[in-house]
């Protein structure tokens, strides 16, 4: 497929011909439009603050360092006006405005339209900015490599309107608007900028409260939040109350000023989202587990569909076909870009499902980047599948299944159905997940607690399976880049497979192995973790758990502790003990994956009081700017 396809992206500058003479060559792109110019506006929300004597700097940000384009005053009534304009087209716009010639930017707003003609600063755009980019920021400005960027700047475009300085559509309806607690928070935190326009002395408390710098600018500074959200949480809600804004924010402390976002496709077909995949561009591509109906009492069978969304959220396709039938948690693209599922076959028996149109529980499907079944309509079913679940396709394209049916791993070599291997006396019972940390496969086994550590031929390594008594119920497994993994504890979680046994009672924890698979260093509680499920690690290395229950995403530090906040260690939580992140639009979630820009995506899979037999949830959501950006190599070769 190759990487993200070139966009032209709008940079102002009266000056943009010295500045661009300064860089490495790259395409560009002349703008000019009707009136000679581009026009902007200081649109304040907070009343008091003065609009007049802002100054106004535009800058080209990408890969490298960001390059000045130009510099202008507004007029008494916000309002400015930038020259036509030479565009680098691997590069975004931010502008900042600074008030009465400060050394810090006040706001800022960012766009990655090719078309722009007028735009607005004021506080939203600042928050938008600031948590769309959190990840790329630095003292002052952002940047960082394509496609995050970029996508992260459209994203930001969800929260704030970069034309207007209104609130961004998505943000104002449903699946979010007021169903959450996103909107009222985002208020808020646009209110604390406020509350620094208004009065200068507040905006000491602010970076105070952020624990930046206060010579930084104020974007930066709530990007400090976005990335550490709990380190200061009931100062930052006491600053947004100082300033009343034109919505109604927060009226209690948050745990952590986390701002999430649900998208539900189409609205008609996402019903059980389980995992993600994620391609080089940073679109997202989803398996689901139920055929869609809105009323919980219509009893539903398996889905035969799965969605690619866009990387701010958008539902750009949905596919069909090659035997999907209620795809649990298996998905992951081969190096050529191939998508293989597994197929759970999810759906209820009668009185739901009905018995003649139970999906088959023993395929695995696979389809090409364009969306193109390869696999037969009755998909692959070479290797003794039995209710396969977790799938990892590995670098050679090895495909690799867990069967909790059957307690066994099966093995296409090289992705290829008609050689595949079924791997028998692991000693797990109903395997769940598998993982690849570049040297073994490392197998769950939720039912006896354990976790098989595999050579490459599949043959178990001496001391195979691990047990250790943090293993309870243990489902998701990761792996860092250091080849480390890292295991999602569930504790109570019993899988639907044919022999389901009696409800658990563990405890819900995190557990980290050693790369050669020969030690259990650690298993770490806390963070909020009631039943992990899906376990994601970041580009530092820190580690994301989805639970399937009571409404929380959680995080831990990972083994590289340089890069966890406040002096944590390997291991501690990051997110609050008593809470995690906590997220009113949650249901129950499982799987959880971190995007190039730095978004921490999780499913909603089940509603939190499920009908049995439809018990599906219809959305996903993004944390924004929440994570360190995870980039994803690019294909070998074109999949499409």
Known sequence: MGSRSARTRIVLSATAAIALALTACSATSDVEHADGGIHGRVDLVASGADTAGWEVTAWAIGAGAPIELGKTTADDGGAFTFDPMTVPDDRVLLVEAAHGGAERADLAVVTSSADVSE??????????????????????????????????????ANLADPVTGAYGELLLTSPNAYETQTLPAFTSLSNVVGACLVDRDVCHDVYAAAGVDDTASMASAIAAIARDPSAAAEEVFELSQLEQGDRPGLDAAPAAWTLALRFDGDGTDLAGPGNFAIDPDGNIWINNNYEYDADPQTPVCGSDQMFKFAPTGELLETYEGGGLSG?????????????WFSNFGFAAAAPGCPEDEQPPHDSMSLF?????????DRGFTGGDLSWPQGIEVSANDDVWIASCGNDTVSLYPGGDPEQAVNISDLGLEQPFDVVDNGDHLFVSGVANNTVAVLDRDGTPIDGSPLTDPGFQNPMGLTTDTHGNVWVANSGTTTLPCP????????????????????????????????????IATDGDGNVWVANFADQRLSAFCGTDSDTCPRGLQTGEAISPDDTGYAFDGFTRNTGVAVDPSGNVWV?????????????GAHQIVAFVGAAAPLPVEPFASSAG
Do not use: H, K
């Open 119 to 156: 735009f607005t600063v004021n506080e939203r755009t600042t928050v938008a900015a600031a948590y769309g980019l959190a990840q790329f920021f630095g003292r002052e400005l952002p940047s960082g490599e394509n496609p995050g960027l970029a996508n992260a700047t459209d994203m930001a």
């Open 327 to 339: 795809s649990g948690y298996g998905i992951d693209f081969t190096s050529e870009g191939l998508l």
């Open 368 to 376: 090409t980047y364009d969306g193109e079944p390869l696999s037969p």
């Open 499 to 534: 022999d389901r046994p009696a409800d658990a009672e563990g405890a819900a924890s995190v557990s980290l192995l050693s790369p050669d698979g020969t030690t259990v260093s650690g298993t770490f509680t806390g963070g909020g973790l009631t039943r992990p499920w899906g």
């Open 603 to 615: 499913a909603n899979n089940w509603e939190n009081i499920p009908v049995q037999t439809n018990p």
